[in-house]
């Protein structure tokens, strides 16, 4: 099954087409046969590209997965589109949602929601500790999380807990000392979480990015939506312009 999907939750424009083979029972996902992926982050101080650049890291993910025979894009030969979900900035999930709502009506793909945490938890499933966190940075002091008990399989397991947005010192309550925190949530609080006993692997280090080849490994293994519009991005909360509004 191939799939093209695309990330848009955080600060980086996270694509990627891979093909997965298929599991050995329904709900299980295979392994990964080929992947192509492209994660563009913004610079320190820089607003987000997602406008800008997420079309175009598409077609170029495309054009890499198919070679020049790909001409045109290859989306004919693409089974499902995953889009990133969140819970992530309000412009950037609008962004993201809306994009692949328009190409899934626009080819008729069928649209698969994938959780932007969930594909963040992934990521980090073969770290060692207690609990490992994921954690995107939600502003305000706080962080979007989701947490899994460490040696689960991550591509079955539901959310333990739910997403949720909270202060980093209150993840306390979820994870005990030695748990491994990842995502660009955990690089902003290091020294909160680190005082709480969680190890934040260092700022370099892959497993903090979102990656939409995980997006494909999860959406294989999902029921793809009904219609593209009931793809709905997950805020958690309202966004700040809502805030600044019934303040004035």
């Known amino acids: 099954m191939r799939i093209a999907a695309l990330d848009t939750a955080t600060r980086a424009t996270a694509t990627a087409v891979a093909d997965v083979a298929p599991g050995e029972a329904a709900g299980v996902v295979g392994g990964i046969e080929f992947a192509v992926e492209r994660y563009r982050e ?3 101080g820089g ?6 650049e997420l079309l175009g890291a598409l077609e170029e993910v495309l054009q890499a997965a198919g070679g020049p025979q790909a001409a045109g894009g290859g989306w004919d ?7 990133g979900i969140g819970p992530g900035t309000f412009t950037g999930l609008r962004i993201g949602v809306a994009s692949a709502q328009a190409l899934a009506r626009s080819s008729g ?7 932007s945490l969930h594909a963040l938890g992934l990521g980090a499933q073969k770290l060692s500790g207690p609990a490992i966190l994921a954690l995107i940075d939600a502003r305000r002091g706080e962080v979007f999380a989701a947490g899994w008990p460490a040696g689960g399989d991550l591509l079955q397991a539901p959310l333990q807990p739910e997403p949720v947005v909270l202060a980093p010192e209150q993840l306390q309550e979820h994870a005990g000392r030695g748990s491994v925190a990842v995502g660009d949530g955990a690089i902003k609080f290091r020294a909160v979480l680190e005082q709480l006993g ?3 692997p260092p700022d370099d280090q892959p497993v903090h990015r979102v990656s939409a080849i995980n ?6 293994a999902l029921d793809p939506a009904p ?6 991005p997950a805020y958690l909360r309202i966004p700040d312009a809502e805030i600044a509004q019934s303040r004035r």
Not at 47 to 52: E, N, V, Y
Not at 109 to 115: A, D, E, N, R, T
Not at 227 to 232: E, G, K, S, T
């Open 47 to 52: 607003r987000p590209g997602h406008a800008i």
């Open 215 to 220: 997006h494909c490994r999860l959406a294989a």
């Open 77 to 83: 030969r693409v089974d499902r589109i995953a889009v």
């Open 109 to 115: 793909i069928p649209l698969v929601g994938v959780s």
């Open 42 to 44: 913004a610079p320190a």
């Open 227 to 232: 219609r593209p519009q009931d793809v709905q």
């Open 198 to 200: 969680v190890v934040v």
